[in-house]
């Protein structure tokens, strides 16, 4: 083991990490607005890694413009009818989403892995020794800067403060005339868009199959519950822990061990701080 | 004067009626494919009857039960392995196992609430499904073949002529769950759950020691899920960390409890009669094809169930019953 090797593992974790925030931010707002986990969040990215795919296979819609859409689909043709349901029933609706889409996806294109061949930006650089792939560069930069897109959207604009106000305290924003409904249906279409925007820059050097959220999604939920839920910006923190974890774990333990040593992490740190590193409770 | 589905003499005819039944369903059906059918109902139904003493009656969600499941088929099927013990001492082992195992899980995870206690038991389950696919003396990602044993017999818990066998045991199971259930429900500790489910803070402010009793829960429940483990092992012959550790099995162990009703006696084993022979059908049905439909049409119904009726089954029964009576 080598510092060369070390320092290879870091960047490559820190650039997975990014792409992991972006994922856990979309689960993190839907989280803060209205208090359900979206267990489909995986699915979502499935969804808008396969509509890359597609894109690139027929060249068509943008996935990140299609998965928003079909955020809002969901909120209202589902979620928007367990609101004030209790907490396991919206666990197993946003779980029965989650089966149908991956069954959805399985009967429409087949369980296959697919691969985008000869995309835009391939091959890798080189600096000081430490080799970076162009997609992986590519999308965790992308990654940062659809993040650093929705902390501008959320903490600068009316319509981000109304949503924030939303999350903080749901009857205080609907007295102070936010139409709350709206607000968590833009939630939703955020989160969808977030994951979208995630999915697409996946795609480029990820395998994609029906399955492929499965994975992603148990880290960003990880990845929620260790920067606090709700707390939009902390997952950007979270993420960037897990992937580096994630890398460091492979390379000093057992690469077979990665997720365990990522999970237990997890557990640690929720020990240590039952709300998360930056959580409120 | 309670309604007439209240008196105590309706309530035991209706049970004996149900178990007369039962007892003799493998003696009118002789194939083996409705036997199966049932005793995997018997199964999920004991399986989420004892998912529903911690999730129903103590509202600890845990998303990780497959943990406590595994430990049971993998106790037995190794201490049958490797030490030529017999099931029925592997299976008490097992549950033992399981009980030490969910001490020890509970332990740092009772401290967290709803979503962070539900997330950090996912968390442990997949650990432990990464290092069981590790763990090559235990057969590793490649999985374990219980030892054939012949002839047929009671003591070696394997029975490869008939199925029948089999039913009765995981009737015996289930009946263990049930009654098991129905004590704590009509006991002190049962009143405690409840009120630490209704509300935590406010029943340790009433001087109930709420981890302890949480632990108590975690205990029982592990152990049962383990005894169905064990059955598990014995009734398939296989098993590898892909069947007993995954964490849609322990979804599967929730949504039967959630459909037929949780917090209810008799809400798992209604969610299982329903869940179980409608998986078994859509697969049978539409799964040969590759399309994934059973999946699909599963998937939707779950939603549908979750937006409608929320409460499962068995509160749609009693909205019934308060509307009549």
Redesign the interface.
């Known amino acids: 083991m080598t510092a060369e090797v070390l320092v290879q593992g870091l960047v490559s974790g820190l650039l997975m990490g990014f792409v992991y925030a972006l994922i856990a931010a979309g689960l993190s707002l839907i989280f803060g607005l209205m208090e359900i986990v979206n267990f489909a969040h995986g699915e979502f990215l499935m969804g808008a890694m396969f509509a890359t795919f597609w894109a690139w296979a027929l060249l068509k819609l943008d996935p990140l413009v299609s998965l928003a859409l079909f955020g809002l689909l969901v909120y209202h043709g589902l979620i928007r009818w367990i609101l004030g349901a209790p907490m396991l029933a919206q666990i197993f609706a946003t779980f029965g989403l989650a089966i149908f889409l991956r069954a959805a996806a399985q009967a429409l294109w087949g369980a296959d892995f697919r691969l985008v061949k000869g995309p835009l930006v391939d091959g890798r650089i080189s600096l000081a020794g430490i080799f970076i792939g162009l997609p992986q560069l590519v999308a965790s930069v992308g990654a940062l800067c659809a993040f650093g897109l929705l902390y501008w959207f959320i903490r600068k604009t009316e319509t981000g403060l109304a949503l924030q106000a939303t999350s903080q305290d749901r009857q205080a924003a609907m007295l102070m005339g936010i139409d709350t409904q709206r607000m968590f249906a833009l939630g939703w279409a955020i989160g969808a868009g977030c994951v979208g925007a995630a999915g697409a820059l996946l795609a480029m050097f990820f395998y994609i199959f029906p399955d492929v959220g499965a994975t992603f999604a148990l880290l960003a939920y990880v990845a929620v519950a260790l920067g606090g839920f709700g707390n939009v910006p902390a997952t950007l923190l979270a993420g960037v822990i897990v992937g580096i974890v994630e890398v460091l774990g492979g390379l000093l333990i057992a690469p077979a061990l990665k997720y365990a040593v990522v999970f237990s992490l997890y557990l640690v740190v929720v020990l240590w701080r039952p709300q998360g590193l930056l959580g409120r409770f | 004067m309670p309604p007439v589905a209240r008196w105590p003499v309706v309530r035991w005819t209706g049970a004996g009626t149900l178990l007369l039944l039962l007892l003799a369903f493998p003696l009118v059906f002789t194939q083996p494919h409705p036997r199966h059918v049932v005793i995997t109902i018997f199964l999920f139904a004991m399986l989420a009857q004892a998912w529903n003493l911690l999730?129903g009656y103590c509202g600890q969600?845990s998303l990780g039960h497959a943990v406590f499941f595994g430990a049971g088929a993998y106790t037995s099927t190794l201490l049958g392995k490797y030490f030529d013990l017999s099931p029925w001492i592997g299976m008490v082992v097992g549950a033992v196992v399981a009980v030490a195992v969910s001490q020890l899980i509970g332990y740092?995870?009772f401290?967290?609430?709803?979503?962070?206690f539900?997330?950090?038991t996912?968390?442990?389950g997949?650990?432990v499904n990464?290092?069981m696919?590790?763990w090559d003396w235990a057969g590793g990602a490649r999985g374990l073949f219980v030892p054939i044993k012949r002839p047929d017999s009671l003591a070696n818990l394997q029975f490869h002529q008939s199925k029948q066998n089999y039913y009765y045991i995981a009737l015996g199971l289930l009946l263990l769950a049930f009654w098991i259930t129905r004590k704590v429900e009509v006991s002190r500790m049962g009143y405690y759950l409840r009120a630490i489910r209704e509300d935590q803070d406010a029943a340790a402010s009433l001087g109930i020691p709420v981890a302890a009793y949480k632990q108590r829960a975690m205990a029982l429940s592990a152990a049962l899920t383990a005894l169905g483990g064990s059955f598990y092992a014995q009734y398939i012959l296989f098993i590898d960390p892909d069947s007993v550790f995954p964490t849609a099995l322990s979804?599967l162990i929730?949504?039967v409890a959630?459909l037929g009703g949780?917090g209810t006696l008799w809400g798992p084993l209604i969610g299982a009669a329903i869940l179980i022979p409608l998986g078994e059908w859509t697969r049978i049905y539409f799964g040969g094809t590759?399309?994934?439909?059973?999946?699909?049409i599963?998937?939707?119904?779950?939603?549908?169930?979750?937006?409608i009726q929320?409460?499962g089954i068995m509160a749609l029964a009693q909205r019934g019953r308060r509307r009549t009576g």
């Open positions: 999730a969600i740092p995870v401290r967290l609430r709803g979503h962070y539900a997330i950090a996912i968390a442990v997949e650990i990464t290092l696919i590790n979804i929730c949504l959630v949780i590759g399309k994934a439909i059973d999946l699909l599963y998937g939707a119904l779950i939603m549908l169930v979750s937006v929320p409460g």
